[in-house]
């Protein structure tokens, strides 16, 4: 996990979810960017843990069909004590109704499901931009990466990365190893996977900017970035 989604570990979470399953599986990614989770199963039992803890909690994302109190009346509830606090609404599927209700509880994003890498990161970029944390990431005392800028910084020398290098960089200053499902995810949109030759001229242009030994091949993987190089 890198520096930048570090900044969220502080901010407590509540998670509204009636598939326990899916519950399961979200909280599993969740958990990798915040350190403290509060997890209701339905709108009733996500309204009273918000009434002990509306002094603690950061961010609340919240399914909309759930057993009880929906995801839209409980927002409701919630904005009766606070106007602001960030709300995310997830769904299986988009309800015009819903989305216009979403409006004008000031619902900073509407997902649908399935989560993917994409959703997920661009959920937590909003995150970021809400709470106005950093884009600024230090990879090591030498090298640093400003993802808002494109530019990575290397013993004071700036190097300005492309518009695709720079969410390149980003995946790799955020993950262990950057698939090669990931890359085709998250610069490309599976709109239209690349070649492996594509693949190849971009990785070989892109380590031209950098230290020879900072981007490395995972074989058969992906890539994944040495800091200690």
């Not at 994302?61 to 995801?71: A, C, F, S």
């Not at 209700?101 to 931009?129: H, R």
């Not at 990931?182 to 693949?199: F, G, L, R, V």
């Not at 971009?202 to 230290?211: D, T, V």
Request: glycine share 2%.
């Amino acid at each position: 996990m890198n520096n930048k989604y570090q900044l969220l570990k502080s901010k407590t979470l509540l998670y509204v979810e009636d598939d326990i399953k899916l519950q399961q599986n979200i909280l599993n990614i969740l958990s990798n960017f915040f350190d403290k989770i509060l997890v209701a199963s339905d709108g009733d039992e996500a309204y009273d843990i918000y009434i002990e803890n509306q002094n603690k909690i950061d961010i609340i994302i919240t399914d909309i069909n759930m057993p009880n109190t929906d995801g839209i009346t409980l927002c409701k509830h919630i904005r009766g004590y606070d106007k602001s606090l960030p709300i995310v609404i997830i769904s299986a599927y988009t309800n015009t109704d819903y989305l216009l209700d979403s409006i004008d509880l000031n619902i900073i994003t509407y997902i649908t499901k399935p989560f993917t890498t994409k959703k997920v990161l661009s959920l937590l970029d909003k995150f970021l931009e809400y709470f106005k944390l950093t884009s600024h990431i230090v990879i090591q005392n030498s090298i640093e990466f400003d993802y808002d800028s494109g530019t990575v910084t290397i013993d004071n020398n700036i190097i300005q990365l492309t518009k695709k290098e720079t969410k390149f960089f980003k995946l790799l200053s955020e993950n262990s190893v950057v698939t090669y499902d990931m890359m085709y995810e998250y610069m490309w949109d599976y709109d239209k996977a690349p070649s492996q030759d594509a693949i190849k001229s971009f990785i070989r242009k892109f380590k031209k900017k950098l230290p020879s030994d900072l981007c490395q091949n995972k074989k058969g993987i992906g890539y994944y970035l040495d800091s200690t190089s």
